[in-house]
Each structure stands twice: as structure tokens, then as C-alpha cells.
């Protein structure tokens, strides 16, 4: 019996061994292992010839793992060809289903598919390229991808090579060759037939070979590309926006308004004068509000709705306005008055947003006010008033005279009663200090009620936006002198992350006051048509974003620093 369980224990043994002989680990303790596989030997070899071939062998230096193989494995031209990835200690086998298509170049791109198995380490630019036929493409193009606002390279974005034909689609079209950049926004597409191709470039966030224009980052070369020689400057800048159509889903009744709703959001719209009408908070719907003249609810309202995107595309529709006797609850009227920080410059921008549009206004309601012993109106002679299409925007712009603030203080200390009996000289460097007139002293921006009317006839109350000056000592100055041969752009002083905290017009001089310390760039919108305005091009129409140029220094700015710069493009 001994004998018999002695030999059953052996064998036991002996099978965990050879199982963990046959899944290597990752040895414990000793250095870090920081060297990739080399691929050493291949069947069929690199560069073969005439392959007709349904497996591929490639053999390794060390023990590999392929666990991230199926993500990372790209097959150019793009084929739709399954495949099963098999490691046995150091080769890969790869058995396709079937045969490549005759006489056809393929290239196999791993990028970070096949690592060592002790710290992972990814082969560096492994790839393997054969041919069907009798003969290998060499065509190559490259070049790199950057973000078209910041310049930053732009790590694994899908470039693609479309081959031109009569129906050409690329939001539906896969391409036929294809890679990702790497971490310097790199890329070359190796091994190319020669041909005419659209080049596209987008962050395949779904990795599904084909771009979402709704979704994901994108830039392109326009026009098509005949790749007869190698290309080594293609470069692509990308943008983030909806390159989508704009088009209208549905309208329908709602009370006593009309609604339509689009697949994108709305940039601007053209409507008929006589008509109020706004993009409501979801930006894809349009309200239209019921005339005060259209008394009766069978009537319907025959109107044209043209709606832009922001690239500039259109959707156009006629359409027949109905409403109902169903009256529904007018939503809340309320104002929202940007920039939140309520700190002024002498020379001021506001921007009042209405959540309805407006029908009338009295400009005379808005007015400054210090407490209940200062009130001063806008002043009419620098005070500029710009209405939006829909009236649910007014863009005031005023100079705040300071003279006559500090004035009517100096005026106002002087008949505070003083306390003649407290002599000390404490409470006599006190009252000074309080009794000299100052920025310093906060003071409101008011509308008053019953400013605005909205087209439902309700009415804001009274609200009181408060307002503290930039104070000098607080704040620095930059001058700056702009050399170019551009003659329409837009500058941008932006922070160091790039978000704008000014937008100001075409200008060889540029002063800008009261700056908060801090680190500030500039980014130019170069207005290459010269329309007036930046556009980001459009790639329905093949048309590429207008040029940008950021100033690659940033300048430090302290409290009461007066920097100049000189800025040449």
C-alpha cells in the first residue's frame, strides 16, 4: 500500500512542476528588468515575397506576453481578416482564418502589443511587412499631429490614408492604411501603394476605425494627396468640434410656443423681424413665441428657420407655426450679468443674459450706487448698448467716471461730524485714513426694476451687482508692440493653461491695464479671408481651420510691474 501511495504523490508532483514549467512567471527579487524583446527570426521572413501563408511565426530573445496584443495589433492595408494570437514562451504565433488578398503589400504595426513578461516592457517599433506578390510598396508618407490652439503634440491619434473614389465617404469609410502617433505626435504610414488618398487624422476614442464627426478630435490635409515619392511633412492640426451637418429633427406645439430642435447645436439663426425667438439652455432648440396679433389657435404661421453651426453650415426649413390655447406657465425671468468677479477697470464690459427675449428696455434704470447716498447714471456719451439677434443678450459697454466718484466722496467725508474731544494720535491717524476718497470703496452696479420687459410681459426686479475697482498697487501693466505682415487677426491674452482672459482686435500697440499678477501668453486668430472673423474651417466643404499663432513665451507679471514686450510673426 505504501509503495503505491508514494509513487501517486510522485506524479502528482511531478505534474504541478511541468505546470509551472509550461506558464512562465516573472521571476521574483534581482534588478529591474528594463530591456524589450528583440524579434530575432521570422517565418515568413521580413520582406518575403509571394506569401500565400495563413500562420506567421515571430520568434523573440526573451519570454513574451501578448495580453494586449488584440488592441495594439494594426494590419495595413485594413483588412477584415480574424485572427488568434498564440505565446509559447519566446515566439508569437499568429494563425489567420484565411489568405491574404493576392498580390497586396501587408504590413503588421504591434506599437505596445508584445512585452517581456517580467516588467512588461513593450518591443520599440515592431512591425513586419511582407508581400502577396512579387514585388513590396516602399511609398512612405509621415509627419506629426498637434493640437491646433496649444501646439501640443497629440499622442495616439489614428492617421489614416483614404484611396480616392467616385463615392468617397469618410464619416463612413474605414481607411485603407492606417497608424496612431506615438507620444511625440509622430506618424508614418510605411510600405504604401502608390495612389491618390484622403488623408484624415481624429482620435479614434472607439477604436473603430472610423471617425465619429460628432465626438472625436480631427484635423486633415486638404485636398486629395498622390503619393508617387515619399512624403515627410504632413503635418495635421487638430480641433475639437461638431464637424456634423446641421439639420432640423423635429418641431412641434408647446402652448403657447413653437419649438424645433436640431441634431447640433445652434451658432446663429435668421428668422423674420416680427418674430421673438431664442436657442434655449440646451442649444439644439429653437423657441418661437406666439405674436400678440395671432388671436386664434387654428391659424399657423408660415415661417422660414435657417439655422448655422458654428462651421458655418446651414439647415433650411419652412415651417407652420401653430399654437395652443393650452397656455403653459411662463417660465422664470432672471438676468445674469458676466464677468462674475465684479472687479472694474475704469473702462467696463458687461454682458446681461435674459432667459427670455426681451420686448422693451429703459437704459436709464441702470444705473451706480453707493448704498442709499450715491446714485450715478451710465454715462450716455462713452456708454455703448448692443443687442444679440434673439434680444436675450445685451453687451454694455461703459467708462465709469471716476472724478466724479471720488468727488462726491471727498464732499460726503467732509460733512462727517467729527469728534473734536479724542485728540490722540491713534485715533488721529485714524480718521484720516478714513477720510481720504478712494477706489477702494465698493459701490453697485444696479438695474433697476422694471429695466427690462420680456416678451411675456413680466419684468425683472431690482438687482445689485457689487463692484470693487482694480487698485494699481494691486494689479500690473503690459505694452506691448505687435510686428506683422497679417492685416486682420485677433489677439488673445491667455493664462498658462491656455484659457483666454482677454479678446482684443487687430492692434501694432497694445496697452492692457490692470492685470492681476501672474504668468500671461498670446495666441493670434489669424484672419487669413479676411470676413472679420476666426474661422475653424470646415471639412464638409474640405476647407482647413484659419492659421493660429501662439507666442511661445510667457511673461511674469507682478503687482504695480509695467512689462513691455515685443511680439514679431
Do not use: H
Request: hydrophobic letters at 35%; charged letters at 20%.
Amino acid at each position: 500500500m505504501k509503495p503505491l501511495l508514494s509513487a501517486l504523490l510522485f506524479l502528482a508532483a511531478l505534474q504541478v512542476l511541468l505546470t509551472q514549467c509550461a506558464n512562465p512567471k516573472a521571476p521574483t527579487g534581482g534588478p529591474q528588468d528594463s530591456i524589450p524583446p528583440t524579434l530575432v527570426q521570422a517565418y515568413p521572413a521580413i520582406g518575403a515575397l509571394n506569401v500565400t501563408d495563413t500562420e506567421i511565426i515571430l520568434e523573440f530573445n526573451e519570454f513574451i506576453n501578448v495580453d494586449k496584443l488584440s488592441t495594439n495589433l494594426i494590419i495595413t492595408p485594413q483588412q477584415d481578416i480574424k485572427y488568434k494570437a498564440i505565446a509559447k514562451k519566446n515566439r508569437l504565433i499568429l494563425k489567420f482564418e484565411k489568405a491574404f488578398p493576392d498580390s497586396t503589400t501587408i504590413t503588421l504595426n504591434f506599437f505596445d502589443g508584445v512585452t517581456d513578461i517580467t516588467e512588461l516592457n513593450p518591443a520599440v517599433n515592431l512591425s513586419y511587412v511582407f508581400s502577396t506578390g512579387s514585388y513590396l510598396d516602399s511609398l512612405e508618407i509621415k509627419g506629426k499631429i498637434q493640437d491646433l490652439f496649444s501646439t501640443k503634440p497629440q499622442e495616439k491619434i489614428l492617421v489614416g490614408l483614404f484611396t480616392r473614389t467616385d463615392s468617397l465617404d469618410i464619416f463612413k469609410t474605414k481607411p485603407t492604411y492606417f497608424t496612431t502617433t506615438n507620444k511625440e505626435g509622430e506618424y508614418a504610414i510605411k510600405n504604401v501603394k502608390s495612389g491618390t488618398y484622403k488623408v484624415l487624422a481624429f482620435k479614434d476614442d472607439n477604436r473603430n476605425l472610423t471617425f465619429d464627426p460628432s465626438a472625436e478630435a480631427y484635423g486633415f490635409i486638404n485636398n486629395f494627396v498622390t503619393l508617387d515619392s515619399n512624403i515627410s511633412n504632413a503635418d495635421i492640426k487638430l480641433v475639437k468640434i461638431n464637424a456634423e451637418p446641421i439639420r432640423r429633427i423635429s418641431s412641434k406645439v408647446n402652448g403657447q410656443y413653437f419649438d424645433s430642435r436640431y441634431s447640433k447645436p445652434i451658432d446663429s439663426l435668421v428668422l423674420p423681424q416680427n418674430l421673438f425667438y431664442q436657442v434655449l439652455d440646451d442649444k439644439i432648440s429653437i423657441r418661437i413665441y406666439q405674436p400678440d396679433n395671432m388671436k386664434t389657435v387654428t391659424d399657423s404661421l408660415a415661417t422660414i428657420l435657417q439655422a448655422f453651426d458654428s462651421l458655418g453650415n446651414s439647415a433650411i426649413d419652412t415651417v407652420f407655426a401653430k399654437f395652443s390655447d393650452q397656455v403653459r406657465k411662463p417660465g422664470k425671468f432672471e438676468v445674469t450679468i458676466t464677468p462674475k468677479e465684479g472687479t472694474l477697470d475704469v473702462k467696463n464690459s458687461f454682458l446681461l443674459t435674459f432667459t427670455k427675449p426681451i420686448k422693451s428696455s429703459n437704459f436709464n434704470n441702470i444705473v451706480w450706487q453707493k448704498d442709499s447716498t450715491y446714485t450715478a447714471p451710465m454715462d450716455s456719451a462713452s456708454t455703448k448698448y448692443q443687442w444679440n439677434s434673439t434680444k436675450t443678450q445685451l453687451a454694455l459697454t461703459t467708462t465709469f467716471d471716476t472724478t466724479s466718484y471720488l468727488a462726491f466722496q471727498k464732499q460726503f467725508i467732509a460733512q462727517i461730524p467729527i469728534d473734536t474731544t479724542k485728540t490722540d494720535s491713534a485715533q488721529l491717524k485714524k480718521r484720516r485714513s478714513v477720510a481720504q476718497p478712494s477706489l477702494s470703496r465698493k459701490l453697485d452696479l444696479v438695474l433697476q426694476a422694471n429695466s427690462f420687459i420680456s416678451v411675456e410681459n413680466d419684468s425683472i426686479a431690482e438687482i445689485r451687482k457689487p463692484i470693487t475697482f482694480f487698485q494699481q498697487k494691486q494689479s500690473g501693466k503690459l505694452i506691448v508692440n505687435i510686428t506683422t505682415d497679417t492685416p486682420s487677426y485677433t489677439i488673445q491674452l491667455v493664462n498658462k493653461q491656455l484659457m483666454v482672459i482677454r479678446q482684443l482686435k487687430a492692434t501694432s500697440s497694445l496697452r492692457i491695464d490692470n492685470l492681476p499678477p501672474g504668468d500671461y501668453g498670446f495666441r493670434f486668430l489669424i484672419d487669413t479671408n479676411q470676413d472679420g472673423k476666426w474661422s475653424y474651417g470646415n471639412i464638409l466643404k474640405d476647407e482647413l481651420p484659419e492659421e493660429i499663432y501662439l507666442f511661445p513665451d510667457f511673461t511674469s507679471l507682478r503687482a504695480n510691474w509695467e512689462v513691455n514686450l515685443d511680439i514679431t510673426f
